[in-house]
């Protein structure tokens, strides 16, 4: 026999909540625009230095150049890089050093934002939080690279673009901006 609604009765034991009731309570998932987003953001590059003619691309990937020897594209991954490096990896500028954490928080956000769109299960504050860590890294890399291209008095503050961090950092603040401002303020 059903219990009419409103009608006040023995709780249920605890783990027989209706699905609905559990569903209710859990965080909302990415949806395809926001993964969308976040995947898109594994082809922006970190950074851009226009440099004296040829412009180059600075991805999670490598590097390209634009316009290189005869106006083709030239490419150099960034496994070959660290594996052409003579020098071990502790030794390396400390933005180098931060490239794989870059590249593995852009993945861990886009794996994080596809669990959600995939399955069903995602902590949007996660995928959140893994944006704003692939940013800084990002931003770290770029600054670095700025560094060693002259940013300052010599080539001024444009030497190197950091469009992959911003682009990051928008995506965080406007698709994950509330559910991050939900761990601050509590």
């Known amino acids: 026999m059903e219990k009419p609604e409103g ?3 023995p709780a249920s034991p605890p783990g027989t909540e209706s ?4 569903e209710s309570r859990s965080p909302r998932t990415s949806g395809r625009v926001e993964w969308l987003l976040v995947v ?26 634009l316009g290189g020897d005869g ?4 490419g150099y991954p960034v496994w070959a890089y660290f594996l052409d490096q003579p020098r071990p990896f502790a030794s390396l500028p400390p933005s180098i050093r931060a490239w794989p954490l870059a590249v593995g928080f852009h993945l861990l956000a886009a794996g994080s934002a ?8 995602e902590d949007r504050r996660v995928t959140g939080g893994l944006l704003l ?11 670095g690279l700025g560094v060693r291209f002259g940013v300052g008095a010599t080539a001024g503050w444009l030497a190197v673009l950091p469009i992959g961090a911003v682009a990051t950092a928008g995506v965080a603040v406007l698709a ?5 401002r939900r761990v601050v303020v509590r």
């Open 133 to 143: 860590l692939a940013s800084a890294a990002t931003l770290w890399v770029a600054a």
């Open 71 to 74: 106006g083709a594209l030239g």
């Open 176 to 180: 994950y901006g509330g559910d991050l």
């Open 19 to 22: 699905r609905s009731a559990a």
């Open 7 to 9: 009608a006040s009765g």
């Open 40 to 65: 898109t953001l594994l082809a922006v590059p970190m950074a851009v230095v226009p440099g004296g003619g040829d412009p180059t691309l600075v991805s999670l990937w490598g590097f390209v150049t």
């Open 114 to 121: 596809t669990c959600g769109i995939a399955v069903g299960r």
